[in-house]
């Protein structure tokens, strides 16, 4: 296996240029490449002539481009036309939003399309392009060709040809977990003949079997993970929360706000287990606003009250620093000592932060991944908390919890996951749900208009805003040019300052910026310093900025349901009746379900099984949401028959491999999810 951990430079076709570019992508190794599924495919023997095109069915065509160009609509909208011509007639190709094309698109190329054709009236048929593809006579010769995520600089033909190295220099040293005898049990195929099969698939029965066995080896290792994570005791004792001080009691008749009978529910099962002599591992999801804050702070204040020390884990300093100030509130008037690290705290205070934890002092201690560097060590945690689990793999959940003795786990998401599902990715943890918000709260009024009422929607924001409010308004990520991503979200920057907006203070925030700026800029919008903020799809799951009444999403056809209730969850946090904009032109009934559904309800329960009815969790589950970054090929929805037998199999493969094995294994196949991001 240590070959496929060679650096990708080495492999033929790369090099150090080229390897930095494959890094962008998150491809660092040989092993990562072989991972890299692709996310569409042209079967170039399978091809409609022009006039037998129909209205409305998906179809591919090749062609030559006999003409190119950009236009933009009133509305805003960029559209790149191109009308291509095959031996049978010709047809306008358009692509929507991607104004980059131009560069890419030239008269006389050979080309090759999928998507959907269009009859209007006024203009006959016109080609909505879902994919394309350059026809280059040198590029590999397979009727099925692999369509990968790309990055500046990278093109598909590249991508194939380093993908074909990998495979034919590197497969032999593959790891083949699964026996010859349990492999003709379940039908499945060798893993050399499934990578070979889910890149450069000969026919759709090899797909479909190569599809099963990643699938399969992905499930599988899964399991085995949560089950050494279920095994891991390294004291072989555990933290038995027994209270003795009425600290509880004084606090919950003194928090100024009724907690809803869900919160009171939750914090029962939670109390029963930290008094139980097992290790709580509970994971706590609540929509957005549902107050698991507040549930966290009771559970830490149990911790306290039985003598020991509660810690809780951000994702972000801002995420940190919101925690902090929340609980320093919260234990305010009680002799609790609430304290915050990150990265960000200076080297002297730090110094005396770490003293105080390791003396017993700090009671409380709120951070980000700074709480599980090596040189923080805790007199007596009894109580860790993860906040927005999706953003943490299980081993940083692990390096927290290994600070003390078997300490209770309480990890929160704020991402609605319909619980057959939350059962399968969180195996490891207990459920509890808070499906009620707190009374009061006003629902956010969610519209989803055209580009061309944007004038209007800009004149509500200017009297929204000029009467107090403040507004955020994101620019989708554009997978092909990270550049072209960033460019959208500055040029949107610079109109919305100089000729929209002029007498407000505007912000901008993006991916490239680096995490302190990010927060400083975050921070100027909370004090309200800045009036709107633009930003590309960064905004960060649960900052709370309670003045902000107006969310606006460009081009929200892009967005899952998820991602966007999790972007409306950034307003409504206030007193102010709050709003969402979804600034769209959906070209398919799939995106016209989604925006509707935004607009009928709030309920984030509600829109995670329309999402799953919708488009299943492939896209709506994505890795990223549950901090499984390995999971490429299998659908936790529709491949649930292959979770059950991976539990099953799990059992058979652990007896039959060194556990050393494994574990290495597991390590590279979760390698982002496991590992220790920097603070």
């Known amino acids: 296996m240590d070959r496929l951990l060679e650096d990708l430079q080495y492999i033929k076709g790369v090099g150090p240029k080229r390897s930095k570019q494959l890094n962008r992508l998150g491809l660092d190794t040989v092993f990562d490449l072989l991972w890299n599924i692709p996310r569409a495919y042209f079967n170039r023997a399978n091809v409609n002539r022009i006039t037998e095109l129909k209205d409305g069915e998906a179809a591919s065509i090749r062609g030559k481009i006999c003409s190119a160009g950009t236009s933009r609509t009133r509305g805003g909208m960029t559209i790149f036309k191109a009308l291509v011509e095959d031996d049978s007639g010709a047809i306008t190709a358009v692509w929507f939003n991607q104004p980059f094309m131009s560069r890419i698109i030239k008269p006389g190329q050979e080309i090759f399309l999928t998507g959907k054709p269009r009859r209007f009236s006024y203009s006959g048929m016109e080609f909505n392009v879902s994919e394309y593809e350059i026809i280059d006579d040198e590029d590999i010769h397979f009727k099925v060709l692999p369509v990968y995520a790309l990055t500046e600089g990278l093109s598909q033909k590249t991508m194939r040809f380093i993908t074909l190295s990998s495979l034919r220099g590197y497969l032999d040293y593959y790891p083949e977990i699964l026996h010859e005898k349990l492999r003709k049990k379940y039908n499945l195929c060798p893993i050399d003949y499934a990578f070979n099969n889910i890149h450069f698939p000969d026919n759709r029965e090899a797909y479909r079997q190569a599809r099963k066995r990643l699938a399969m080896e992905e499930l599988l290792l899964f399991q085995i993970q949560i089950k050494q994570l279920e095994r891991y005791d390294p004291q072989g004792d555990y933290v038995v929360h027994q209270e003795k001080t009425d600290l509880i009691k004084q606090l919950a008749t003194h928090i100024p706000f009724q907690l809803t009978s869900a919160q009171q529910k939750v914090i029962t099962e939670i109390f029963a287990d930290m008094e139980s002599p097992f290790p709580m591992n509970r994971l706590l999801q609540g929509d957005v606003g ?390």
């Open 290 to 679: 549902a107050g698991k804050t507040v549930v966290a702070a009771m559970a830490m204040a149990k911790a306290v009250a039985s003598g020991f020390q509660a810690a809780i884990m951000a994702p972000t300093e801002i995420l940190a620093q919101q925690h902090y100030t929340t609980l320093e509130r919260f234990f305010s008037s009680y002799n609790v000592t609430v304290a915050r690290l990150t990265g960000g705290t200076s080297e002297t205070e730090r110094r005396l932060i770490l003293e105080a934890v390791r003396s017993g002092e700090i009671d409380v201690l709120a951070g980000t991944h700074a709480l599980i560097q090596d040189d923080v060590v805790f007199n007596s945690l009894g109580l860790v908390v993860i906040d927005e689990q999706h953003r943490f793999g299980v081993r940083q959940r692990a390096a927290l919890s290994a600070k003390g003795i078997s300490p209770d786990v309480l990890v929160m998401t704020a991402t609605p996951i319909p619980r057959t599902l939350a059962l399968t990715v969180y195996g490891d943890l207990s459920l509890s749900v808070i499906d009620e918000l707190p009374p009061g709260r006003k629902a956010i009024k969610t519209y989803f208009i055209k580009p061309q009422q944007r004038q209007r929607l800009y004149q509500f924001i200017y009297e929204q805003v000029h009467n107090k409010a403040q507004a955020y308004i994101v620019c989708p990520l554009v997978e092909e040019s990270e550049k072209q991503d960033l460019q959208a979200a500055v040029s949107l920057y610079e109109e919305l300052k100089s000729r929209v907006f002029p007498k407000f203070n505007i912000g901008l925030i993006h991916g490239r910026l680096k995490p302190s700026e990010k927060d400083m800029v975050m921070q100027m919008f909370k004090q309200g310093n800045i009036k709107i903020l633009v930003s590309t799809s960064v905004i960060e799951v649960g900052v709370d900025v309670p003045n902000a009444s107006i969310m606006v999403i460009e081009q929200a056809e892009r967005f899952g349901l998820s991602q966007l209730h999790q972007l409306r969850g950034r307003v409504g946090r206030g007193h102010k009746q709050s709003y969402c904009f979804l600034i769209a032109d959906p070209r398919t009934e799939e995106a016209v379900s989604r925006l509707q559904a935004m607009e009928k309800t709030n309920d984030g329960f509600e829109l995670a099984e329309e999402d799953l009815r919708i488009r299943g969790p492939g896209e709506f589950w994505g890795v990223r949401q549950h901090g499984l970054d390995g999971l490429k090929v299998a659908n936790l929805s529709k491949d649930q028959k292959l979770v059950e037998l991976s539990r099953v199999l799990s059992d058979e493969i652990e007896q039959s491999h060194s556990n050393s094995r494994i574990e290495k294994y597991i390590a590279l196949k979760f390698k982002k999810s496991n590992q220790v991001a920097p603070n």
